[in-house]
Every structure is written in structure tokens, then in C-alpha cells.
């Protein structure tokens, strides 16, 4: 059974900096793409970036609202999915999803809660 | 970037009774080497993730009752969901993944009337 279960939500400051984790089971992390999608309270669904598998480069992207503040990474030895937030703003409050990706999203996580508040 | 908008926001629809919500696309999604459209539907129920639906405009996944469909091709879509039941009240989304950034439309709350 696929599972994907983030952590590491919570309260910050503007300004301040955050590391998003998604622990992976249940399927080949390594050959697996995946993504980051958020959504604000009480709204709709917004992707925030992708990390392809190592064989396909292990390259990024990202949506133009959080790039160059938040960056994708992978540790394929712990099955394991980053984000690192960086020079956070109130509007990145929202709850943020793991995914797998086959384009589409296959798999999603429970979610964990950013809150960016002073 | 591909602009996804649904119509309409919300509807109410009796139960065992149609749904039929429409996805429109700013440009095609439908890649000529394959003849494959890049769109998939998601349903959120809520305090739930969302959970994929359809993907490739039209293919169902695994364990979705088939009283859910997609159609359409290019630049109009359609997610109808036939007989309606209580289970199926939720918010529903389309995405393309044609290209990044992957964009949703804005999604379509399904009640009981």
C-alpha cells in the first residue's frame, strides 16, 4: 500500500524558513517523480514544484510564486521528499501535499499545516 | 501558463439525479505524438486530500465507480457523474499536466439538493 506522510508544518514568522518532509512507502521511491502542492484555507489546489527521479536527472521546477524561496529535494536512501522554504510570506499559509507524479497525481499524503504569521 | 476554469462553481443535484461539470482550457491540451489529452480529474470530500479520479480526460483509476466519466478533447472537458449518490457530495478539480507549471481549475462543489 502506497503511503506518503508529511511533517514538519507549523507556525512561522514572516520572513522565516521551514523544511517540509514526506516519508514514502510502499513503492519504488527511487524511480518515482514527485510533487509539492498546497492549498490555502478554504481554497483551491495549487502545485508548487516537482523533483524527477535521479535516472531522469533529479532536476526541479517550480511555480513562479515560490521560486527562488523554495526548493524540492530527495533523499532516495531514506525514501524521503523535502521542501525547504525559504523567506516565507502570509500568503504561503495553506496546507501542503506530497504527491506522486505519472504527470497526473496518483498518490497525495494527509497534508501538513504551514501557518506564516506574526 | 494554461489557465484551467470550471463551470460552474457549485451545483445541487437530486440524488440518483446527473452531475456534469465542465473544464475549458486556455490552450489545447492534447499532445499530437500520442494523441493523448494530459487532463485528469481529482475529488476532494472534505478534510480529505484529494483523490484522482480520471486521468488522460477519460481513464478511470483503479476502484472508481463507474457512474463517474470524462469526455471531451483539446480545450473542453466534461466529469459527469451519473446516478448520484450522498458519498459523492465534495469538490471537485480539473488539472493539466500537459505542461509545468500543472495547473487547477478552481474547482465545483457538488451538494444534495
Known amino acids: 500500500e502506497v503511503q506518503l506522510v508529511e511533517s514538519g508544518g507549523g507556525l512561522v514568522k514572516p520572513g522565516g524558513s521551514l523544511r517540509l518532509s514526506c516519508a514514502a512507502s510502499g513503492f519504488t521511491f527511487t524511480n518515482a517523480w514527485m510533487n509539492w502542492v498546497r492549498q490555502a484555507p478554504g481554497k483551491g489546489l495549487e502545485w508548487v514544484g516537482r523533483i524527477r527521479s535521479k535516472t531522469h536527472g533529479g532536476t526541479t521546477d517550480y511555480a513562479a510564486p515560490v521560486k527562488g524561496r523554495f526548493t524540492v529535494s530527495r533523499d532516495d536512501s531514506k525514501n524521503t521528499l523535502y521542501l525547504q522554504m525559504n523567506s516565507l510570506k502570509t500568503e504561503d499559509t495553506a496546507v501542503y501535499y506530497c504527491?506522486?507524479?505519472?504527470?497526473?497525481?496518483?498518490?497525495w499524503g494527509q497534508g501538513t499545516l504551514v501557518t506564516v504569521s506574526s | 501558463d494554461i489557465v484551467m476554469t470550471q463551470s460552474p462553481d457549485s451545483l445541487a443535484v437530486s440524488l440518483g439525479e446527473r452531475a456534469t461539470i465542465n473544464c475549458k482550457s486556455s490552450?489545447?491540451?492534447?499532445?499530437?505524438?500520442?494523441?493523448?489529452?494530459?487532463l485528469a480529474w481529482y475529488q476532494q470530500k472534505p478534510g480529505q486530500p484529494p483523490k484522482l479520479l480520471i486521468y488522460w480526460a477519460s481513464t478511470r483509476e483503479s476502484g472508481v465507480p463507474d457512474r463517474f466519466s470524462g469526455s471531451g478533447s483539446g480545450t473542453d472537458f466534461t466529469l459527469t457523474i451519473s446516478n448520484l449518490q450522498a458519498e459523492d457530495v465534495a469538490v471537485y478539480y480539473c488539472q493539466q499536466y500537459y505542461t509545468t507549471p500543472r495547473t487547477f481549475g478552481q474547482g465545483t462543489k457538488v451538494e444534495i439538493k
Open positions: 490552450q489545447s491540451v492534447l499532445y499530437s505524438s500520442n494523441n493523448k489529452d494530459y
Open positions: 504527491t506522486t507524479e505519472d504527470g497526473y497525481s496518483n498518490y
